[in-house]
């Protein structure tokens, strides 16, 4: 049973950071592309980060060269460091992967960026 455990949300001041985490297990982690998306009440959720087996990523435009996606295989863990926080940044952050044509998603973590 495919199961994603995201972690490391929380409250933190505009300019701080965060590191999310998401564990991973009832599947082979290894080859499997892993992304990060948030959602907020009322949108759409939308695809933040994006990494493959090898290790390319891909990023959504407003959080380019602030946010960073990373893979440790050994521990079937996807990470995203999250630096450069804004207030737009608030919203939940889930852990998804794509296993044949189902898509699977965590629970999500909050991220709140807030004076």
């Known amino acids: 049973q495919v199961q994603l455990v995201e972690s490391g949300g929380g409250l933190v001041q505009p300019g701080g950071s965060l590191k999310l985490s998401c564990v991973a297990s009832g599947f082979t982690f290894n080859p499997s592309r892993m992304s990060w998306y948030r959602q907020t009440p009322g949108k759409e959720r939308e695809l933040v980060a994006a990494i493959s087996s090898g290790g390319f990523t891909d990023y959504e435009d407003s959080v380019k060269g602030r946010f960073t996606i990373s893979r440790d295989n050994a521990k079937n863990t996807v990470y995203l460091q999250m630096n450069s926080l804004k207030p737009e940044d608030t919203a939940v952050y889930y852990c998804?992967?794509?296993?044949?044509?189902?898509?699977?998603w965590g629970k999500g973590t909050l991220v709140t960026v807030s004076s």
């Open positions: 998804n992967t794509v296993i044949g044509y189902i898509s699977y």
